[in-house]
């Protein structure tokens, strides 16, 4: 499992994460509710399946407001 975390103070609203694991709300990235940790828009769980598109979207953001760790390591 990854968690997966947005810093919205960070994020300009570019878009560029969005995808199969984050979406824009309000204007900014949000985790997608389906993958929401205890309904919290900026953190949430997701299967190892999702890890490229995970490490896609933190890679393209250009604040660096999105990070991930795999459960129990180190962070992405």
Known sequence: MIYVKVDRWLCTGCGLCQGAVFEMVEGLSAVRREYRLDGR?????????????VMR???????????????GGDLG
């Open 41 to 53: 828009i900026d953190e949430g769980v997701v299967g190892e399946e999702l890890l490229p598109n």
């Open 57 to 71: 979207a933190a890679r393209a953001c250009p604040n660096g407001g999105i990070t991930w760790r795999r459960l």
